[in-house]
């Protein structure tokens, strides 16, 4: 039965608002956030006052957003809050996520239109792991060879941070990994395409990336083996495990294998977590104010690495230490309920990997980067208890061609 033809336009709406915020992050202007926070919140604000019988049905991960939103509020009206500029653009930032992700719930309550939608963000993801792997091969610096950056590090496609590329493609591997191993005609392609972000990742360097897509992998070839066929599913797992060993070979393991042979990994890291608990201890309730950690940061730094520390390079601190112990614990429900969530929708496994790789770095610190976790959040939240495990075969040709 052919859909609404205004809920298709705004799923690509949608869609097309994550791709760019994405080919997008590499500029340091913040024109692209800003255009992307007020697309949201417009496409946001009109699916939700038109639909609003459906998104007002209560989605646990509502709760934790909500309490930052008005926690933020709270710390402005009270006064406790370090810079209550930055404050404001947290609530912002906050505001953000929330209307993604009850959009999402909104949007994408048909089964169908869950998988095709996630097609669509796999498609894409792979190509874009294609031009980075050559990128970083060929383009001495310049991002899709034609934009030069005063970063002194090399990026990967659109982005000029490794980890955060790595965080990227984390959220969107399992759903790749998840139609490899499900689709009888299609598994090869998806095989490639899962093998192409996996080898990108091998690629760039990052350590924590490196292991939890490694972990990805091996997670949901173990669920999916025992839930499914195990002939068929072990032809396809092999299938997927020759694709992924010769794409990470041609990609090439030396950036990774560098970063892996650093006898101290976690040195400057561990000065910055010390900094963090400090403000918790001291600010346990309220927190330091949301946004404001890189303000309050002099105060309490223990080393000086002569660079500015604009992050505390650990999302779970920075949210307690800006937000107190309240925030801090909000988050961990939500972390509790999308592993609750994951244990039956695998290819969702690439949130718990994302709040994970945030005990090591920041992928949550920017909100067009942290909006593509939060879509699968919403899909998790409007996933029924069960869904046929994919697509029929025919079905699954015309959504890859149409999306290529």
């Known amino acids: 039965m052919a859909e609404p033809q205004g809920r298709f336009e705004t799923r690509m709406a949608l869609a097309t608002l994550l791709i760019f915020c994405i080919l997008t992050l590499w500029t340091p202007a913040y024109w692209p956030t800003t255009v992307f926070q007020v697309s949201v919140f417009a496409l946001g604000g009109a699916t939700l006052w038109r639909r609003r019988a459906s998104w007002m049905r209560f989605a646990y991960p509502a709760a934790p957003l909500c309490f930052a939103v008005l926690w933020g509020g ?15 653009r947290a609530i912002v930032y906050w505001t953000t996520l929330l209307t993604v992700f009850l959009t999402g719930t909104v949007l994408f309550r048909e089964a169908e239109m869950r998988q095709r939608f996630r097609l669509v963000l796999v498609v894409f993801t792979s190509v874009v792991s294609v031009l980075a792997i050559l990128q970083s091969i060929t383009s001495a610096g310049q991002v899709f060879w034609l934009f030069p950056t005063d970063s002194p590090y090399p990026g990967m496609g659109p982005m000029l941070s490794r980890n955060h590329y790595a965080a990227w493609i984390e959220v969107v591997l399992p759903m790749a990994l998840y139609e490899a191993l499900g689709m009888r005609r299609n598994s090869w392609r998806f095989a490639a395409m899962a093998a192409a972000m996996y080898a ?14 490694t972990a990805e992998v091996v997670t949901v070839i173990a669920v999916m083996r025992i839930r499914g066929n195990g002939q068929a ?7 997927l495990a020759a694709f992924l060993a010769l794409f990470a070979a041609l990609a090439g393991w030396e950036a990774a294998a560098d970063k892996l042979r650093d006898p ?5 890291r561990h000065e910055l977590n010390l900094s963090s608990l400090h403000m918790i201890a001291e600010h346990p309730l309220f927190g330091v104010g949301l ?3 890189a303000t309050v940061y002099p105060r309490y730094a223990i080393t000086d690495t002569g660079a500015v520390a604009n ?18 614990l909000m988050m961990a429900t939500l972390f509790v309920w999308c592993f609750r969530k994951v244990l039956r929708n695998i290819w969702g496994l690439g949130v718990i990997a994302v709040f994970l790789h945030a005990a090591v770095d920041y992928p949550f610190s920017r909100p067009t980067l942290a909006s593509w976790p939060m879509v699968v959040v919403a899909m998790l939240a409007a996933q ?17 061609h149409s999306a290529l």
Do not use: N
Request: glycine share 10%; net charge positive.
């Open 291 to 293: 946004g404001t950690w």
């Open 311 to 328: 992050q505390a390079h650990d999302d779970w601190l920075q949210w307690t230490a800006e937000g107190g112990l309240p925030l801090g």
């Open 264 to 268: 101290a990994p976690m040195a400057v």
């Open 200 to 213: 990108s990742v091998i690629a760039s360097g990052s350590r924590a990336g490196c292991f939890l897509t």
């Open 74 to 88: 709270l710390q402005l009206i009270t006064r406790q809050t370090a810079y209550a500029f930055e404050t404001k």
């Open 384 to 400: 029924g208890r069960r869904e046929t495990l994919v697509l029929s075969s025919v079905e699954a040709d015309r959504v890859v």
């Open 233 to 239: 599913m072990g032809r396809a797992a092999l299938r």
